[in-house]
T-cell receptor
């Protein structure tokens, strides 16, 4: 298994632009999570899905953030419009619900 | 609301000695606790876990201790090796959902 796959690995964009981060979870994993890592707050849970349905999005910072999971093998996290304070590493993780989480390698987002 | 706290941002130990990383939590509903290890430019990887029905779990050089009354857990690494240098995240969840992480502790093991 290739693990959790995230793309792109790095993204540099200008303030005000739309950014889309992508994630492919491990096949058979029913849960998918989006986390954001910053120096100050460590790993923050943004949103998670169970069987493609968003369960808890209380961690999504603002309406500028949205996430979708159109099918079991793909999820996106979109920021529109992006701001410099959104700069962080964004991780996607998946799990069967009976085991620990498997994380992707992350997307480093820089908004200038 | 930081439900999981790692109050030491960094720790430095000598190779061969014990490393002790600490973690506190506030939500008494948490029933599963994990430690993840993260190298630069990589995602966190699972290291060791413990259920709330236990107070100790050991895996080779790594031992996790849980003190439920104090809402505290710790990770012991003995003996520490330079390859253990990484950021360690403590995590807690209820029913294995909605895992919450601490801010991480950067461990440096000096040769």
């Amino acid at each position: 298994d290739a693990g959790v796959i995230q793309s792109p690995r790095h993204e540099v964009t200008e303030m005000g632009q739309e950014v889309t981060l992508r994630c492919k979870p491990i096949s058979g994993h029913d849960y998918l999570f989006w986390y954001r890592q910053t120096m100050m707050r460590g790993l923050e849970l943004l949103i998670y899905f169970n069987n493609n349905v968003p369960i808890d999005d209380s961690g999504m910072p603002e309406d500028r953030f949205s996430a979708k999971m159109p099918n079991a093998s793909f999820s996106t996290l979109k920021i529109q419009p992006s701001e410099p304070r959104d700069s962080a590493v964004y991780f996607c993780a998946s799990t069967t619900g009976q085991s620990g989480y498997t994380f992707g390698s992350g997307t480093r987002l820089t908004v200038v | 609301d930081q439900q999981v706290k790692q109050n030491s941002p960094s720790l430095s130990v000598q190779e061969g000695r014990i490393s002790i990383l600490n973690c506190d939590y506030t939500n008494s509903m948490f029933d599963y606790f994990l430690w993840y290890k993260k190298y630069p430019a990589e995602g966190p990887t699972f290291l060791i876990s413990i259920s709330s029905i236990k107070d100790k779990n050991e895996d080779g050089r790594f031992t996790v201790f849980l003190n439920k009354s104090a809402k505290h857990l710790s990770l012991h690494i003995v003996p520490s090796q330079p390859g253990d240098s990484a950021v360690y995240f403590c995590a807690a969840s209820y029913n294995n959902n909605d895992m919450r992480f601490g801010a991480g502790t950067r461990l440096t093991v000096k040769p």
